[in-house]
């Protein structure tokens, strides 16, 4: 180890230029330098201020080839600028199969102003024989010579275009060496089909390795099926491109399956692609090749500034144990007045972070529920404190990370991503974040503990266990559905066993699921104790068992209407403690912005003001009720169906909604048929309208308004306290459609007659 172990790259030696100059150059003398500091022993590089201009070495696409045990610090004032190219793939910084390495400071530049997405190849008259010799037929055209080396990422998998004007249903490439002679032909192939129809792309014989000095020039010829004057052949500009032609792949900074990387401090911007990237490090053929090591591990992103890259802030494509924080991200997909965007500036996903190991489409084994030994991809990722706004698609996207945590973050300004997760993958946890004019999706088992939403929404998606607590909404909207795995009651065939439903129900054999009976009754043979597994399955329907894949189970009847079969892991949503309100509200024009529909969901000490609010189940809903504990809508009017309602409160200053219709137990349709009950209630200066069957118990009424529509549904109030309040229920002809039973009367007027209403056992105080 050398006994300095800072070294400051001197410029002149490694022949650098700090002044924009020399791309070629520059980049091969700031990787000489890296090499040679690594073998005398030193552990800390430092380029110096200045502006570096670096082109991308042909063959691998790199600009700087980081080194183990190396920390290359950018000195303040130090930037470095990639030149201009048409690679659809770069890595102004590579950091691959490294251990132990460091990058920070300064400002890495892409070339997202400059890039080139396709190259124009002019024609001459004439063909080429088989042997590589140059012939003037005059029934063929040929291109110029193109040069890899001035595109060596475009031409890398390369299409040709159709021409306009000529008909032709193929074309022939002819490669060489250096120069074009029948000497240096390396190969050539007459069945080139012509973009967009043959999309696929060709690529370069004598590529293996990836030499480009092997096999560096070509020319492309097409046959003539009809005559095309001189001046029409010269006329020709024939596009040429690769095909990966969105060019998403240029990096600032790309870590590939490198352990223990910290990148820090640096300020990247105009990249084609990501500002930084982490994956594994390389294809293997065997997918037994792979090992956890290739993956990267111990990843640290911090105090980096990166914007206006054309594809992503951040991608964390398969590192574990990777921690991203204190980090600004912004206006991914824009260009740099922050409105345009558009294939120059910006290609999908435009998000700030993004996890995406695409799993789906790799070979790699990757840890699950059914291989245990597998790799792990994404594992253990914690973003915390960064600021990620005006970004054009998204702010933070997990597309396959497990045990991912986000916490005290600001995500700001609109799009129509958000911030969301895929529900497949667990343990991922948002921690006390700021969202400001945009939208939290939360899915799957998401966990949320603390959030503030100014301006935005917090959407429940497909929950499957998911926890919100503890969030304020001002200004935005709670809405979503949460009835993954409720199926609905189905029908019965009793001589086969089979359980069939009106739409499908998503399940493949074994999937496990039970019976319950809050209305009707199971058939018999049918425990409501067990745990089933499907078996026989089709869209619609299925069989079950008692064991996997066992027998299916013989039922002796039908059960009674209403029973159902679900999931037995359904009805997993559970919010409390979640305040929505806007400051005023100027007219009762309905605005819910808490509305739920939801399929057992226990919902606890929630406040709704200035807003409207429902709780709604599926239609003809059979499954467990949804529970609402502690709950207060101050100025709004609010909707439940298939609810039980405990300790809330109802309360209006201003005028009653119209036909004092502010709160709706049930309805009048007949897809709705459930109980309602509320019990230890609070109604003040509204309405109260019991449409559905509803129970209402030890509640207190204050200048309220109570009433039921006309319809063969039976209410009831009992041991409730009502003062200043209108009972009306003149309109009713439906025997014992309403009843009020051990309740005290204070200032409370009556409308309706027996038999239509019963009031039994009512103590009545007098007036007010």
Wanted: proline share 3%; with cysteine.
């Amino acid at each position: 180890m050398n006994q300095h172990t800072s070294y400051r790259i001197e410029l002149d030696r490694f022949k650098v230029s700090n002044t924009g100059r020399n791309p070629a150059e520059t980049a091969k003398g700031i990787n000489d330098a890296l090499i040679w500091a690594k073998q005398e022993g030193f552990s800390h590089v430092v380029l110096p201020s200045g502006t570096y201009s670096v082109r991308l070495d042909p063959g691998t696409l790199i600009a700087i080839k980081m080194q183990s045990g190396i920390h290359l610090e950018l000195e303040n004032g130090c930037e470095v600028v990639l030149e201009a190219n048409s690679s659809p793939n770069y890595s102004i910084i590579d950091m691959t199969a490294i251990m132990n390495a460091k990058v920070s400071g300064g400002k890495i530049v892409g070339d997202k102003k400059n890039h080139v997405y396709e190259i124009f190849v002019k024609f001459a008259r004439g063909g080429v024989n088989a042997d590589g010799t140059l012939n003037d037929d005059p029934n063929w055209i040929r291109s110029e010579v193109i040069d890899r080396y001035a595109n060596p990422g475009l031409l890398n998998n390369f299409r040709l275009w159709t021409i306009p004007g000529v008909n032709a249903s193929a074309y022939s490439f002819y490669q060489y060496k250096d120069t074009v002679s029948k000497a240096t032909l390396t190969g050539f192939r007459t069945n080139g089909v012509f973009a967009p129809a043959g999309s696929t792309g060709r690529g370069w014989f004598l590529n293996d390795d990836r030499d480009v000095s092997k096999n560096n020039k070509m020319i492309f010829t097409v046959p003539l099926s009809s005559s095309l004057t001189d001046s029409q052949i010269s006329g020709i500009q024939a596009k040429v491109d690769n095909s990966y032609y969105t060019h998403e792949g240029g990096h600032g900074i790309g870590s590939f399956g490198s352990n223990y990387i910290e990148i820090y401090n640096i300020e990247i911007s105009d990249c084609v692609g990501d500002g930084i990237i982490t994956g594994w490090e390389k294809y293997q053929l065997d997918p037994a090749e792979y090992t956890q090591k290739q993956m990267g591990q111990h990843i640290l992103i911090h105090d980096c500034h990166i914007h206006h890259c054309r594809r992503q802030g951040i991608s964390l494509c398969a590192s574990n144990d990777t921690h991203v924080y204190r980090n600004k991200i912004h206006h991914i997909g824009y260009d740099d007045d922050g409105v345009t965007t558009n294939f120059r500036n910006g290609t999908p996903p435009m998000f700030g972070i993004d996890i995406e190991s695409m799993y789906g489409e790799i070979n790699i084994p990757i840890k699950s529920s059914v291989r245990q030994n597998g790799l792990e991809l994404n594992y253990r990722i914690r973003l915390s404190n960064n600021h990620i706004y005006s970004n054009v698609r998204g702010h933070f996207v997990n597309s396959d990370g497990t045990d991912v945590t986000l916490e005290n973050n600001t995500f700001e300004g609109w799009n129509v991503g958000g911030i969301s997760s895929n529900p497949i993958f667990p343990y991922v946890k948002f921690i006390n974040n700021t969202f400001i004019g945009c939208d939290l999706l939360v899915q799957g088992d998401n966990f949320v503990n603390g959030a503030v939403i100014q301006n935005g929404n917090l959407k429940i998606l497909d929950a499957r266990g998911a926890v919100v607590q503890n969030c304020k909404l001002m200004n935005g909207a709670l809405v979503g559905s949460s009835v993954y795995g409720y199926f609905g009651s189905p029908a019965v065939n009793t001589a086969t066993g089979t359980f069939t439903f009106k739409t499908a129900h998503g399940m493949g054999n074994g999937a496990q699921v039970s019976f319950e009976q809050w209305i009707g009754k199971v058939p018999t043979g049918i425990s409501v104790d067990k745990l089933y597994y499907t078996v026989n399955v089709s869209a619609l329907g299925f069989q079950v068992s008692e064991s996997l894949g066992g027998s299916p189970v013989t039922v002796k009847d039908a059960g009674e209407a209403g029973f159902h079969v679900a999931r037995f892991n359904y009805g997993r949503c559970y919010l409390s403690n979640i305040t929505v309100e806007r400051e005023w509200r100027k007219d009762n024009a309905l605005t819910p912005n808490f509305n739920l529909l939801a399929a057992g969901a226990v919902i606890k000490n929630i406040t709704i003001k200035n807003y409207d609010m429902a709780v709604l189940v599926p239609a003809d809903y059979a499954g467990r009720p949804n529970i609402i504990d502690g709950l207060t809508v101050i100025e709004g009017s609010a909707r439940f169906e298939g609810c039980h309602i405990s300790e809330s409160e109802f309360m209006r200053a201003k005028t009653p909604a119209l036909g004092s219709t502010d709160i709706q137990l049930g309805s009048n349709d007949a897809k709705y048929k459930r109980q309602i009950t509320l019990r230890n209630g609070l109604f003040h200066s509204l309405g109260l309208v019991l449409d559905g069957n509803a129970t209402v118990t030890s509640t207190t009424f204050v200048n309220a308004a109570v009433g039921k529509i006309d319809n063969a549904n039976k209410s009831v109030i009992a041991q409730s306290y009502m003062e200043n309040s209108k009972l009306n229920f003149h309109w009713l002809r439906q025997n014992q459609s309403i009843t009020i039973a051990k309740s005290v009367f204070k200032g409370v007027t009556v409308t309706g007659t027996a038999p239509y209403i019963r009031l039994v056992d009512n103590t009545d105080l007098g007036t007010a």
